[in-house]
C-alpha cells in the first residue's frame, strides 16, 4: 500500500464563541471523537486561535485509539515541543506523525490547557458523530475521563482540521453553510457513504450558526453568528485533498433585518437584493472555488414558513433565490434540499415530520433526507 497523499478526514470551522460571563477556563481537557474515514501511515492536526484576541497556550496535545487498541496513545508535537503556542488570528499545524490507522478507526484527540485559556476561538456542532467532552484536570494522556469531572459539549474549540497520509484515490468534499449544516446532515451524509461502501471520500464540516454571506455582527450579543462570507471562504477552503464544495448558505441573509427599532442590532439596511445575493455566490464563493480547481455544487434554501421573521417579500426572494440556484450555469449541479424537505401543497413549509419546531431547522429524519439527496456525482473526483 502506497501512502504518498494529504487529504482531511475531519474538519470543522472555527469562529467567535458564544460570549458568555465566562470567557476563560484553566486546568481544562478537551476530548473530540473522530472516525477515519480512509486508512493511512501519519496525520497531522491543524489548531486555531483565528478568532481570539490572546494566545492559547496548548500544553500538550495527544490522539488516542479506542479503548481495546494494543498501541493506544500518541504524542502530538509542534516542532518537536509538547506545547504549542496559538496567537490571536493565527493557526498552527502540527509535526507529521507516524501514527497507521485503518479505515472506520475511532480516535480520540484531547487537549490539556494549564494556564487560563480564552475559549474565544471554536463552534458548535450537532450530529451523531460529533460529541465532545470536557474535564477540569490534566486527563489528555489518560485513556479515559474521570466520570466525576467530566461534561459533554457540542462546542468545538481549536480543532479545526486533522489530515491523514493515505491513498492517491482518497478525497475531501467540503460542506460549506450556517446552522443548517452545523447540524446533522453532514454527519449522516457521512454514514450514509460509510454504509454504501463509499471509503474513498471524507466529509469535512464548514459551517457556523447564524453566519451570512454578506454581513458580520461586531457586537458581543451576536459575535457567535460568525464571519462574513468574504472573511470565511478563502480560510475554511483550506482543505488537503478536497475535490468539491457544496454551499449551502444565505437564508440568514433572508431572514435577519427586521429594523432599529425592533432590534438595533439588525437595520433594514442589511437586507441584501436578489442580485447581491447571487453576486456575492459568484464573487466570494465560486471564483475561489474554481481557482482552487474545486467542482462547486450548490445547496438550495429551505423553507421558512412559520418561523418568527416570516414575511411574503422574504419568501419571495428566497424561492426566487432557489429558482436561480437551480437553473445558474456557475456551479456542476444543484442539490435540491429545499424540494427534498418542502410541503408538497404548501412549499413554503417543511414536510409533516421535517420541522424541528422552529419552523427554520429541520428534523432528524429531514437532516437524514438531506443527505441521501445529495447526488452520487458530488463524490467523483
Not at 2 to 8: L, N, R
Not at 332 to 342: L, M, Y
Request: charge should be negative.
Amino acid at each position: 500500500m502506497t501512502y504518498s497523499k494529504w487529504v482531511a478526514c475531519w474538519g470543522n470551522a472555527t469562529s467567535i464563541t458564544d460570549r458568555r460571563e465566562a470567557t476563560f477556563a484553566k486546568n481544562l481537557t478537551l476530548r473530540y471523537p473522530v472516525r477515519i474515514v480512509f486508512s493511512g501511515s501519519h496525520l497531522r492536526l491543524r489548531f486555531s486561535n483565528l478568532t481570539g484576541t490572546e494566545d492559547v497556550h496548548v500544553s500538550k496535545a495527544s490522539v488516542r485509539r479506542g479503548k481495546d487498541s494494543s498501541t493506544s496513545l500518541c504524542v502530538i508535537t509542534f516542532d518537536g515541543a509538547r506545547d504549542v503556542v496559538i496567537p490571536p488570528g493565527s493557526e498552527v499545524e502540527s509535526d507529521a506523525i507516524a501514527f497507521s490507522v485503518d479505515a472506520g478507526e475511532q480516535l480520540f484527540v484531547s487537549m490539556y490547557f494549564a494556564d487560563f485559556t480564552q475559549l474565544n476561538a471554536g463552534t458548535l456542532i450537532t450530529g451523531p458523530l460529533s460529541k465532545g467532552q470536557y474535564s477540569y484536570g490534566d486527563f489528555a494522556d489518560e485513556e479515559t475521563l474521570p466520570l466525576n469531572l467530566t461534561r459533554n459539549t457540542n462546542w468545538f474549540y481549536f480543532l479545526n482540521t486533522i489530515d491523514i497520509l493515505t491513498e492517491e484515490k482518497n478525497h475531501a468534499v467540503v460542506c460549506y453553510g450556517d446552522s443548517i449544516t452545523a447540524q446533522s446532515w453532514p454527519d449522516y451524509l457521512a454514514i450514509r457513504l460509510w454504509e454504501e461502501g463509499r471509503h474513498d471520500v471524507a466529509v469535512i464540516r464548514r459551517a457556523v450558526s447564524g453566519t451570512r454571506i454578506l454581513r458580520q455582527y461586531d457586537c458581543i450579543t451576536y459575535q457567535a453568528y460568525g464571519l462574513k462570507g468574504s472573511t470565511r471562504f478563502p480560510i475554511e477552503l483550506n482543505v488537503a485533498g478536497a475535490s468539491s464544495v457544496i454551499i449551502q448558505h444565505g437564508i440568514n441573509d433572508i431572514i435577519h433585518p427586521v429594523g432599529v427599532e425592533v432590534n438595533p442590532f439588525r437595520p433594514w439596511s442589511d437586507m441584501p437584493t436578489l442580485k447581491e445575493m447571487q453576486t456575492g455566490i459568484e464573487d466570494l464563493y465560486v471564483k475561489h472555488a474554481r481557482a482552487l480547481g474545486l467542482k462547486v455544487w450548490c445547496g438550495t434554501l429551505l423553507p421558512i414558513y412559520g418561523w418568527r421573521t416570516f414575511s411574503k417579500e422574504r419568501e419571495q426572494m428566497r424561492s426566487a433565490f432557489n429558482d436561480w440556484l437551480r437553473q445558474s450555469p456557475l456551479f456542476d449541479g444543484c442539490v435540491d434540499f429545499d424540494k427534498a424537505v418542502r410541503h408538497p401543497e404548501q412549499p413554503a413549509a417543511f414536510a409533516p415530520g421535517f420541522d424541528s419546531g422552529d419552523h427554520l431547522h429541520p428534523s432528524e429524519a429531514a437532516y437524514k433526507t438531506m443527505a441521501d439527496v445529495v447526488p452520487d456525482a458530488v463524490f467523483i473526483l
